[in-house]
């Protein structure tokens, strides 16, 4: 199983910042995934990370406003750019074996 | 639009007993069907997957049972503890050998309650 770690845990920010958060798997993965849940709403994937491409987006979510890195094949990280109080939720990381799919514990994003 | 559904907000059951939560969906290029659970503040944990050559699947006391000419599964818990209470996830994925690979369509979860 892959054991995946999140930092910031949470983190509460002002409207008009940035925030970049990390995700670490223990194992080298070749795509990562990230999701989004917003408040009382259900998980929703963002853009699929796969090492030395270009991330490729869901519809309704645009590189400048979540610009992703995956420098490695165990780490991503996922900005949340020029943010507003709509941005506020959690956001996952997650990777994937042949049958079952893991989250990490999820970064729980305010903005205020 | 929601491809996938789970009409129950919420179940509450008496600890021993079964617990049946559903999940229904309307894609049919969904191949592949996960349940989660997920407590507050923590990231969703796998509990069990189901492919769609299958129509059960069975883990310990987790049981998936999957009707595609229906495009309904439930998830059947039993028996039924006061740990088990949490929001369950169902997710269903296309093509999963594809380029779909990973993409999950969650349900919007059913909070289950187990009461002693």
């Known amino acids: 199983s892959a054991v995946i770690s999140q930092k910031p845990s949470r983190d509460i920010c002002q409207r008009g910042t940035s925030l970049t958060i990390q995700c670490q798997v223990d194992s080298q993965v070749t795509m990562m995934f990230w999701y989004r849940q917003q408040p009382g709403q259900s998980l929703t994937l963002i853009a699929t990370a796969n090492q030395g491409s270009e991330a490729t987006y869901e519809s309704g979510f645009v590189i400048d406003k979540f610009p992703i890195s995956r420098p490695n094949l165990t780490f991503s990280t996922l900005t949340v750019s020029n943010m507003s109080p709509e941005d506020s939720s959690i956001y996952l990381c997650s990777v994937r074996d042949v049958k079952k799919q893991y989250f990490g514990p999820g970064t729980r994003l305010t903005v205020t | 639009d929601q491809q996938v559904k789970q009409n129950s907000p919420s179940l509450s059951v008496q600890e021993g007993r079964i617990s049946i939560l559903n999940c229904d969906y309307t894609n049919s290029m969904f191949d592949y069907f996960l349940w989660y659970k997920k407590y507050p503040a923590e990231g969703p944990t796998f509990l069990i997957s189901?492919?769609?050559?299958?129509d059960k699947n069975e883990d310990g006391r987790f049981t998936v049972f999957l009707n595609k000419s229906a495009k309904h599964l439930s998830l059947h818990i039993v028996p039924s503890q006061p740990g088990d209470s949490a929001v369950y996830f169902c997710a269903a994925s296309a093509n999963a050998g594809g380029t779909s690979y990973g993409k999950l369509t969650f349900g919007q979860g059913t909070i289950l309650t187990v009461h002693p």
């Open positions: 189901i492919s769609s050559i299958k």
